[in-house]
């Protein structure tokens, strides 16, 4: 349904600038999501083919959009379409270029217009395909090497892509490249826990919502696909009265449930100055301490997941699998190297398996898995990583496309000490990880190869179910 909005700016009238009353509408439809597609060119060898659109104007040719629509959503449906864009302000070489910066895949084409190729359009679109197509303008294709030929002229890929980024490069910067070598660590087997103490049809997992978390729907969704039972219980903080009501509330739920989800999110808007304060003040209460080593006590399993992950190492419940108070030499989680937030997909290497959450991947398993934070550094001692590797209880590292645990930031984009990623407690009750894994489900991240799915929730269900 679309929806009518004024516009903010009306009200910022000041001396000779003069906004002119607007009335702005949003159109909006749906798709299949099977159906949708990325821009980037796939693979070498392919077809390119154009629809041309109208140049940029104030009157718009409503019956040219949607013949060129319904032409490529019939193009679509008949053929095998590996890639497509709108062409928009930058033009039909615009669109070209940014094609070959995702896969470093170039093109070589020819535009009959070449005057125009740089116009602003409405409703035109650019997409490949392995196949011949009649009735459309073919206007090149896709090549090996990274360069960008249009009408016998050759640019450079990386040149045009370090144009398109290097602008604010200096002010955001993105890479912090570090030469040094890293090794992988080494699998080994520990004494973990690998049955539950009692079977149960329908584990209930708890999720306490705490003031900005942010990941708890897609976290409960997860365990609710494998089958189990969810309970989100927000921690209100509107008073003294509500907080102390909410403390009695998560206490009552921890008793009640078989695993805790410590979800992703910025919890009291990690102030102050650090990530994660709030619930690690709230887990130190000295009832929801009490009830949570009960839970453990009683063989119930723990996960956080970035945010979540934080407050664990920052409560010692990661690594120690118990409540201490941080020392010095204690691991904890830090600003990102770029001491900014990042958002990105990221590989991941499984090290070790020591634990219930692991039990569906095996030592060697490569993940494509997102993380969304600003502060998901982690930060060990030489001592305390040593003491980590060889418990076995390093899980998982960022690693390169090679599968090579990395410092470089395309790749460990926090700058993690060693490039961990997960751990685990000694006995593999507890486990912690900056990657968002509950995010992942059918039909997202389409244009991002390789394995979303590491079978965490699955495997903890199936820990209390024994199926």
Not at 171 to 198: H, M, N, R
Not at 254 to 272: H, Q, R, T, V
Not at 388 to 413: A, C, H, T
Not at 422 to 451: A, C, V, W
């Amino acid at each position: 349904m679309p929806s009518i909005g004024g516009k903010d700016s009306m009200s910022g009238t000041f001396e000779e600038l003069t906004v002119p009353p607007t009335l702005v509408a949003f159109g909006v439809t749906t798709a299949d999501s099977r159906k949708v597609l990325s821009p980037e060119f796939k693979t070498a060898g392919e077809n390119i083919y154009y629809i041309p659109g109208q140049a940029l104007s104030a009157d718009i040719d409503f019956d040219l959009i949607k013949k060129n629509f319904a032409q490529f959503e019939a193009l679509q449906k008949s053929h095998n379409v590996t890639s497509a864009s709108a062409v928009k302000y930058g033009g039909v070489v615009e669109s070209l270029a940014l094609a070959t910066f995702g896969n470093h895949i170039g093109a070589e084409v020819t535009l009959p217009e070449l005057e125009t190729t740089l116009t602003a359009q409405l409703g035109g679109f650019v997409f490949t395909s392995p196949q011949e197509i009649a009735g459309v303008e073919k206007i090149g294709q896709t090549k090996a090497d990274f360069t960008l030929i249009v009408n016998g002229v050759k640019l450079d890929g990386q040149k045009l892509d370090s144009a398109f980024q290097g602008k604010l490069e200096e002010v955001y910067p993105t890479e912090f490249a570090q030469a040094k070598e890293l090794e992988a660590v080494p699998a080994i087997a520990s004494e973990t826990v690998i049955k539950a103490k009692e079977t149960i049809e329908t584990p209930v997992v708890y999720i306490p919502v705490f003031p900005g978390t942010n990941s708890e729907y897609d976290s409960a969704k997860a365990f609710e696909k494998e089958g189990a039972e969810v309970n989100l219980v927000p921690f209100v903080t509107l008073n003294e009265e509500a907080i102390v009501k909410s403390v009695e509330t998560m206490v009552d739920n921890i008793g009640k449930a078989n695993i805790l989800f410590f979800a992703g999110g910025f919890s009291a808007a990690d102030e102050p100055d650090g990530s994660a304060k709030f619930i690690v003040n709230i887990l130190f209460n000295e009832k929801v301490r009490a009830a949570i080593d009960s839970f453990i006590a009683r063989g119930g399993l723990i996960i956080g997941i970035c945010n979540g992950f934080q407050a664990l190492v920052k409560s010692g419940l990661l690594p120690y699998g118990n409540f201490e108070d941080a020392s010095s030499t204690s691991p904890t989680l830090f600003y990102n190297d770029a001491n900014q937030h990042v958002a990105k997909m990221v590989e991941t290497r499984i090290a070790n398996t020591n634990s219930p959450w692991l039990a569906g991947v095996q030592v060697g398993d490569i993940h494509a898995i997102p993380v969304s934070h600003g502060e998901g550094k982690f930060v060990v001692t030489a001592e305390e990583f040593a003491e980590l590797r060889d418990n076995g209880q390093i899980f998982s590292q960022y690693v390169n496309f090679e599968g090579k645990p990395s410092m470089d930031s395309k790749y460990n984009p926090n700058g993690s000490v060693n490039a961990i990623e997960g751990i685990t407690s000694k006995n593999g009750q507890i486990i912690g990880k900056m990657g968002h894994s509950e995010r992942y489900e059918d039909g997202l991240f389409q244009n991002i190869p390789g394995n979303k799915d590491q079978h965490l929730f699955a495997s903890a269900v199936r820990y209390f179910t024994g199926k």
